[in-house]
């Protein structure tokens, strides 16, 4: 299905086109999703203030949604505000990132316009000061009649949480409807995720170097490629996600199964008989 999106290559950075190049256009991934990490960090080795870090991180989101547009990429999700960064962030902080969300949505509009970005957004949403949600809102209609990239920010948002959402919202619809909760399948509970409108990311990318989760998008990214990178995320760029991609594209994705090139041998030695296996031959998972 990809790409539905018109492409606008030619908008591309001369670097990014370079890379953009070496792509395979029938390999691109749909779903990108993205843990923005090392804000802190990025400020802290220049001796800066730490809400400096997440000043130049808001920099690269836009730069990085506009090469998504450019590509034709679908879906991006970007991981801006989690649960536990509510929680466990002093105060300040989390002040700044709210006022800093409200003057980014205000003051890159036009731009996601130009761009033909659609926002959404995934998360307890509802638990934000009611000002940001206003905003939020508010770029929400704007955008949505855009058809290009759709640039989702999960904000107050856990994957824990989600999956309790989804299982009490799948309770109230077993309550309204006799649904028998005992016959539960992957589907009914894909329905009631935050993200049930989208496809699971292909790509889940990480910067700054941590080998972690963090609770981003746990039921959806089963089957996703990780890709962790070095570079602070005030430091990445839309050459960067290209980057990235290219190394997605050298993966081979086997959601469990085989790869064509084993499948093919297995297929040839399909009458083997079981005899002639032994505990070196016992396949792996
Ligand atoms: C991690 O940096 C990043 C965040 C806590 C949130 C991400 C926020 C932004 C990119 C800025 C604003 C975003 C929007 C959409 C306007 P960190 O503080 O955990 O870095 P550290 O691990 O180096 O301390």
Same mark, same amino acid.
């Given at each position: 299905?990809?790409? &539905?999106?018109?492409?606008?290559?030619?908008?591309? &950075?001369?670097?990014?086109?370079?890379?953009?190049?070496?792509?395979?256009?029938?390999?691109?991934?749909? =779903?990108?999703?993205?843990?923005?990490?090392?804000?802190?960090?990025?400020? +802290?080795?220049?001796?800066?203030?730490?809400?400096?870090?997440?000043?130049?991180?808001?920099?690269?989101?836009?730069?990085?949604?506009?090469?998504? *547009?450019?590509?034709?990429?679908?879906?991006? /999700?970007?991981?801006?505000?989690?649960?536990?960064?509510?929680?466990?962030?002093?105060?300040?902080?989390?002040?700044?990132?709210?006022?800093?969300?409200? *003057?980014?949505?205000?003051?890159?509009?036009?731009?996601?316009?130009?761009?033909?970005?659609?926002? =959404?957004?995934?998360?307890?949403?509802?638990?934000? !000061?009611?000002?940001?949600?206003?905003?939020?809102?508010?770029?929400?209609?704007?955008?949505?009649?855009?058809? +290009?990239?759709?640039?989702?920010?999960?904000?107050?948002?856990?994957?824990?949480?989600?999956?309790?959402?989804?299982?009490?919202?799948?309770?109230?619809?077993?309550?309204?409807?006799?649904?028998?909760?005992?016959?539960? /399948?992957?589907?009914?509970?894909?329905? =009631?995720?935050?993200?049930?409108?989208?496809?699971? !990311?292909?790509?889940?990318?990480? /910067? @700054?170097?941590?080998?972690?989760?963090?609770?981003?998008?746990?039921?959806?990214?089963?089957?996703?490629?990780?890709?962790?990178?070095?570079?602070?995320?005030?430091?990445?760029?839309?050459? =960067?996600?290209?980057?990235?991609?290219?190394?997605?594209?050298?993966?081979?994705?086997?959601?469990? +199964?085989?790869?064509?090139?084993?499948?093919? @041998?297995?297929?040839?030695?399909?009458?083997?008989?079981? @005899?002639?296996?032994?505990?070196?031959?016992?396949?792996? +998972?």
């Amino acid at each position: 299905m990809y790409p &539905t999106i018109p492409l606008r290559v030619h908008e591309l &950075t001369s670097e990014e086109k370079t890379v953009y190049a070496g792509l395979d256009p029938s390999r691109m991934p749909s =779903h990108v999703a993205i843990i923005m990490d090392g804000n802190g960090r990025w400020a +802290g080795m220049r001796s800066l203030k730490r809400f400096l870090g997440h000043q130049q991180g808001a920099k690269s989101v836009q730069l990085v949604t506009e090469t998504a *547009s450019r590509i034709g990429l679908p879906w991006l /999700t970007l991981y801006a505000f989690s649960l536990e960064n509510n929680l466990r962030r002093p105060r300040a902080e989390v002040n700044f990132l709210m006022r800093l969300l409200k *003057s980014y949505l205000e003051s890159n509009l036009q731009r996601m316009m130009d761009n033909n970005v659609r926002i =959404h957004y995934i998360g307890r949403t509802h638990e934000l !000061p009611q000002e940001v949600q206003d905003k939020m809102r508010w770029a929400a209609d704007a955008t949505s009649k855009n058809t +290009g990239t759709t640039l989702t920010l999960a904000l107050n948002y856990g994957g824990r949480s989600e999956l309790v959402d989804a299982f009490r919202s799948l309770a109230a619809e077993a309550a309204r409807t006799g649904m028998r909760l005992d016959r539960l /399948t992957e589907e009914d509970l894909h329905r =009631h995720l935050y993200t049930a409108h989208m496809p699971d !990311p292909d790509l889940l990318i990480r /910067t @700054s170097g941590e080998m972690r989760i963090s609770n981003y998008l746990l039921w959806q990214i089963a089957y996703a490629e990780i890709f962790v990178t070095e570079r602070y995320w005030p430091d990445f760029r839309g050459v =960067h996600l290209l980057e990235a991609i290219a190394a997605y594209q050298r993966r081979e994705r086997r959601y469990g +199964g085989l790869s064509d090139a084993e499948a093919e @041998s297995s297929n040839a030695s399909e009458d083997e008989p079981a @005899s002639t296996l032994n505990h070196e031959q016992t396949p792996v +998972g």
